[in-house]
């Protein structure tokens, strides 16, 4: 074996482990509870809740600015669909952290979050479509996000989109946060021309609901 392919064997087997020992994402998550510690029970009004997600979005920014710590089975898209795997859900569940992953050519439906939300490009690219509630629905913004750039949503400032793999026949991973358990908490997905909602739970692809903490990637098979 080459000394390149030792180091990148290293490399994956360091990748493989729970994100509870991972330097990097522990600081992110750290800062996180930091910042919800501060914030106390809630917000009141709506300028600080932009605080609050710009906030957010610096500290989010800085995790994706060096991809050397997600791990491989964290990042493993599915061939029919997208994938949203449970990194780190807070004891309190007053936040989740999850990764997103697009094979070439998947997307989302239309859908909200009814909680606020900040998306990090980590790897590739996103597509995201803005709607507003109508019949039809009306798009509002279309917008290409890069490695390394954020994008928010809010049930104030906006919550309706939908979201493509924004690469030419890549695999795209985005980091998105998201206020409480976005695994278990009741939205909707919208029909474009009528813009009849309809109720999902979108749960994780590597844990149950329940699961709190840092998920450990250390034992899935890649
Ligand atoms: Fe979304």
Redo the contacts with the bound molecule.
Sequence with gaps: MSTDAIRQDESNERRKESLETQPRFRLFVEQVTRLADAKGSGWVGEKAEEDWLTQVSETAKALVSVDDWLPIAAAEPHSDHYQQYLLYCDPQERFTVTSFVWGPGQR?PV???TTW?V?AMLRGAEYCQRFEPGTPMRLTAADLLREGETDV?SPASGDI?R?ANGTDGEVAVSI?IYGGNIGRIVRHVFALETGRATDFISGYANVDANYRGYASFADRTI
Excluded: C, P, Y
Aim: without cysteine; charged residues 10%.
């Design positions: 989302t859908h909200d979050h939300g998306i949503v989109h979201v998105h």
